[in-house]
C-alpha cells in the first residue's frame, strides 16, 4: 500500500522557478574563465569638443558595436600630435561622454613624447595632455590622456558568480608561453556591463594574449 | 688551572677560509631583489654575416659593454626590412656568436609583418626569417628571429643564493601601479653571468618597469 504524497504547490513552484533560474544564469554567472578584449589607442569626447572637431551640431556614426552594450567604435578618427610625433586616424569611441579622454599605450606615449599616468577610465584629474585635429578644427586637450588601468567588465549576476562586487582589485591568471599573473586588476559591473577583460596592446603582447582568448580570475 | 687548548692549524685556517668566502660572498649571494635590465630589439651576428654586411674582415666595435661580462653594444646597426615595413639603426651586440640570431618585440613584429615565435636565445629552428641591410650588403635570413622569452641571468654563487639553477623556471614578482608575476622566467646561469633580469619593452611597458627597477624572484 503506497501513501499518497502531499506537496505544497506553492513551494514546488517556488523551488522549480529557484533551480530555473540557478540553470539559465549558470552559464554567465559561473563562466570560470574571462575572454580577453583588446583596446587599442582610442578617445571618447564630450559633445562640446566633438562639435569644435567635426563641426557644429556634428553626430557620432557607427562603424561596429563593442563587447560593452551601447559602445561603438565610430567612423569617425582624429590624429593625436604630442612633442615628439603624430598617431594618425585614431578611433573615437561612442556614445560621447561628458568629459573628453584619450587612452593609449605607453609604446605610444613614447612615439607621442608624453608620459600619461595608468588610470582608472574617468580618472582624467592632472593627467596628460595632446593636441587633437579633426576634420573641421582642433584642441589643445589640457588634461584627460591616461594609460588605461586594467579592468574586467561584468554584470550583476556574473560579479555574484565570482564572488566580487564593482571596485574589488582581483587577479588575472594567463596560461601559456608567456604565463602570468596580472595583479591590480579592477572589477567593473554594473547591468550594462559584459563579461570581459579590458587589456592594452602592450599587455597583450607581453602576455601573448588575442581578442577572445580565455583569462581566470583569480580572488585576493 | 686552566687546561691548555689544543688547535689543529689546518682545520683552523680552513674554517676561516669557509667563513670568508661566505661573507664575502654574501651579498652577492643573497641580493634578494634583481635589476631589470630591459633588451630593445638588437642583433647578434656570426662572423660571415658581419662579413657579408659590413666587409671583409669586418669586425664590430665597442660603443658600450653591457650587465653581461664582455657583451657589448657595437657601434655598428643595419636596417630590418620584413613584408609590411623596415626598422632603422637595429643595434648590433657583440661579439660575434656561431649563428646570426635577431630580437625583437610582438610590437616590433607588427610593423615588420612577420610572426616569429617567443623562445630563448639560441633556440632558433624554424623561427622566423628576414632581410638584413648593412653598409656593404644585405643577408635574407631563412631563421633566427626570436621573441626572447624573459630570463634571469646569475652567476652560480647568485644561483646557489637563491636556490635555483640554471635551466631552472621560477616566477618574478613586480610591485606597483602595474604589478604583476611574471611566470617562466628561465634561469641561465654559468661563471660569465651577472645578476639581470631581461624582458623586452612590451613586457617592461605591461609592467611599468624600467631600467634598474628592482624586482623580486619567487621559486615554483
Do not use: C, W
Request: charged share 30%; aromatic share 4%; glycine share 10%.
Amino acid at each position: 500500500m503506497r501513501q499518497k504524497k502531499v506537496y505544497d504547490e506553492k513551494l514546488v513552484r517556488s523551488i522549480v522557478k529557484e533551480v530555473l533560474d540557478k540553470l539559465s544564469v549558470a552559464p554567465k554567472a559561473f563562466p570560470g574563465k574571462i575572454p580577453v578584449g583588446l583596446s587599442n589607442r582610442h578617445l571618447h569626447l564630450s559633445q562640446r569638443d566633438l562639435e569644435i572637431l567635426f563641426g557644429k551640431e556634428a553626430k557620432l556614426t557607427n562603424l561596429r558595436n563593442l563587447s560593452q552594450p551601447g559602445q561603438f567604435a565610430a567612423n569617425e578618427t582624429v590624429t593625436l600630435v604630442g612633442p615628439k610625433g603624430r598617431m594618425e586616424r585614431v578611433r573615437i569611441l561612442g556614445p560621447v561622454r561628458k568629459e573628453t579622454q584619450v587612452e593609449i599605450s605607453r609604446t605610444d606615449s613614447y612615439i607621442l613624447g608624453i608620459k600619461p599616468p595608468v588610470r582608472i577610465s574617468g580618472d582624467i584629474k592632472d593627467s596628460g595632455g595632446i593636441k587633437i585635429i579633426g576634420h573641421k578644427g582642433e584642441i589643445d586637450l589640457r588634461e584627460g590622456v591616461i594609460i588605461a588601468q586594467r579592468h574586467i567588465h561584468m554584470s550583476p549576476d556574473e560579479a555574484r558568480g565570482f564572488g566580487v562586487k564593482d571596485g574589488d582589485s582581483v587577479k588575472v591568471k594567463v596560461s601559456g608561453k608567456r604565463a602570468l599573473i596580472f595583479d591590480n586588476v579592477m572589477i567593473r559591473s554594473g547591468p550594462t556591463h559584459r563579461l570581459d577583460f579590458h587589456i592594452d596592446i602592450d599587455e597583450a603582447n607581453a602576455a601573448e594574449l588575442s581578442q577572445g582568448d580565455l583569462v581566470e580570475l583569480i580572488k585576493e
